[in-house]
């Protein structure tokens, strides 16, 4: 067994208690999937997040853009104020100090493409990446000295 890991390089890592959200997506014609995984959420993070990527689900108005012009922004900031309303405490937690209706346009567009991009990874030639599903697991406690590949 020593010899497998002789030959890899293995890096120690932990998993943090709380949610874990594993979110899958994918551009342009269902290629270039991806899955990106956000750990050590509270319950109201992880469905703050699941309820962000839902507006990039491959039947909204926000999937596999491909300029910044074709956004309707004014649309995707209304459906933002919505969700952050509903979940103020975890957008305060995200961004301390920071206001969205109060931010400017360039302001509004880093925080959604913040956001975005980590739950389902930047993409160089979209603007958003379409969201397929999530799953969620809850993670009682700390895993510490997890063997990462």
Do not use: C
């Not at 709380?18 to 997506?25: A, D, E, I, K």
């Not at 030639?125 to 397929?132: G, I, S």
């Amino acid at each position: 067994m020593a010899g497998l890991f002789a030959r890899r390089k293995v890096v120690m890592s932990s998993i943090p208690a709380g949610y874990q959200l594993h979110v899958y997506s994918w551009e342009n014609d269902y290629d270039f999937r991806r899955s990106e995984v956000v750990s050590g959420l509270t319950l109201d993070e992880a469905k703050y997040y699941i309820e962000v990527a839902k507006l990039f689900k491959d039947d909204s108005q926000y999937h596999n853009l491909t300029e910044w012009d074709s956004v309707n922004w004014e649309d995707l900031y209304d459906a933002f104020r919505e969700i952050n309303s509903r979940y103020a405490a975890v957008f305060n937690d995200f961004f301390p100090g920071i206001s969205f209706n109060d931010l400017d346009e360039d302001g509004k567009q880093d925080v959604i493409t913040d956001i975005t991009y980590k739950l389902t990874g930047g993409s160089e030639a979209y603007t958003f990446r379409t969201f397929e599903k999530y799953e969620a697991y809850y993670v009682p406690a700390t895993i510490n000295e997890v063997a990462l590949f």
